[in-house]
């Protein structure tokens, strides 16, 4: 059974918004911190963001600062990755992962405890 699934990728054109989202079925994702990631063809994969649970803090690459959001329902056990203004650049594989709370000063640090199996987004028109 997958502890993590991602869902919401496609096809998206330049300027355009998608929403990702991640939903934990064998755990409570609100204990842990939750990153999400994304890696291009050909590249590393990269982090996009982190929400911590401590004092709900979030970070992002700088390349999506202001167009990326994370955030998360605790009801619905999934966090969301809202994405706008999008670029041929955020083509890529989109993985959802929990890590274990360290401290603020480690937000989404370590290997992960549980990671999904990616959903593609493809930018472009």
């Known amino acids: 059974q997958e502890q993590l699934v991602e869902s919401g990728g496609g096809l998206v054109h330049p300027g355009g918004s998608l929403r990702l989202s991640c939903a934990a079925s064998?755990?409570?994702?609100?204990?842990?911190?939750m990153g999400w990631f994304r890696q291009a063809p050909g590249k590393e994969r990269e982090g996009v963001s982190c929400?911590?649970?401590?004092?709900?803090?979030?970070s992002f690459e700088d390349s999506v600062r202001g167009r990326f959001t994370a955030s998360r329902d605790n009801a619905k056990n999934t966090v969301y990755l809202e994405m706008n203004s999008m670029k041929p650049e955020d083509t890529a594989v989109y993985y959802c992962a929990a890590f274990t709370p360290l401290s603020p000063a480690r937000i989404c640090s370590g290997q992960g405890v549980y990671w999904g199996k990616g959903t593609l987004v493809t930018v472009s028109s």
């Open positions: 929400l911590s649970v401590f004092d709900g803090m979030t």
């Open positions: 064998v755990f409570t994702l609100e204990a842990y911190d």
